[in-house]
């Protein structure tokens, strides 16, 4: 009997303000080749990608994922771009925020008790927001987009037939204060 798999990465996970802007700014985006927009209800930051896996797994990235400390950062949307080969084309950050450095770190290390080793590529946070499509070079600056992060999220990944469903499976605040020295002895 074939285990029972599922497809899951963490993530960044806007709210609804945050999405709205996102798809405005995307709307003014100057494209040379139009390909495919995102759904808007899609639309994220990842951290981790998992992949398939199989439940059990699942189970524990989603039990150590509490363990993560990370205070809550501001996000600064204010960039462009495109990773030609696949012809995505993104929005993220000029200058990205060390909690969100420490954020993917952290993560990353405890989800490696998990069967899961993260990706060696230095970090590249992005949100997509076309597929097989192309930036134009000439294209102008952005409108800036305001994202005070205070929580990050597991997600599911499920194909239908109008294509990806992206649904968030559980959401991980982030600590307001880091513990003490005396409160981990």
Same mark, same amino acid.
């Given at each position: 009997?074939?285990?029972?798999?599922?497809?899951?990465?963490?993530?960044?996970?806007?709210?609804?303000?945050?999405?709205?802007?996102?798809?405005?700014?995307?709307?003014? $985006?100057?494209?040379?080749?139009?390909?495919?927009?995102?759904?808007?209800?899609?639309?994220?930051?990842?951290?981790?990608?998992?992949?398939?896996?199989?439940?059990?797994?699942?189970?524990?990235?989603?039990?150590? /994922?509490?363990?993560? $400390? /990370?205070?809550?950062?501001?996000?600064?949307?204010?960039?462009?771009?495109?990773?030609?080969?696949?012809? $995505?084309?993104?929005?993220?950050?000029?200058?990205?925020?060390?909690?969100?450095?420490?954020?993917?770190?952290?993560?990353?290390?405890?989800?490696?008790?998990?069967?899961?080793?993260?990706?060696?590529?230095?970090?590249?946070?992005?949100?997509?927001?076309?597929?097989?499509?192309?930036?134009?070079?000439?294209?102008?600056?952005?409108?800036?987009?305001?994202?005070?992060?205070?929580?990050?999220?597991?997600?599911?990944?499920?194909?239908?037939?109008?294509?990806? $469903?992206?649904?968030?499976?559980?959401?991980?605040?982030?600590?307001?204060?880091?513990?003490?020295?005396?409160?981990?002895?």
């Amino acid at each position: 009997m074939k285990a029972q798999t599922v497809r899951l990465f963490f993530a960044l996970w806007p709210d609804d303000e945050v999405r709205n802007q996102l798809v405005k700014v995307s709307r003014n $985006i100057q494209l040379s080749k139009h390909g495919r927009s995102m759904r808007k209800a899609n639309l994220h930051m990842t951290l981790h990608f998992i992949g398939n896996t199989d439940v059990e797994n699942a189970k524990c990235l989603q039990q150590v /994922a509490n363990k993560v $400390i /990370a205070q809550p950062f501001s996000l600064k949307i204010d960039k462009a771009g495109q990773f030609k080969h696949p012809g $995505i084309v993104w929005l993220g950050c000029s200058a990205v925020p060390a909690g969100l450095h420490r954020l993917h770190h952290e993560l990353g290390e405890v989800i490696s008790s998990c069967d899961f080793e993260p990706e060696k590529r230095h970090y590249r946070p992005h949100v997509s927001l076309y597929r097989k499509a192309a930036l134009d070079e000439t294209a102008s600056e952005i409108s800036s987009i305001e994202w005070q992060v205070d929580s990050f999220s597991l997600i599911s990944s499920q194909q239908d037939r109008q294509g990806v $469903i992206y649904r968030e499976l559980q959401r991980y605040p982030l600590n307001q204060t880091l513990p003490s020295a005396t409160d981990t002895a």
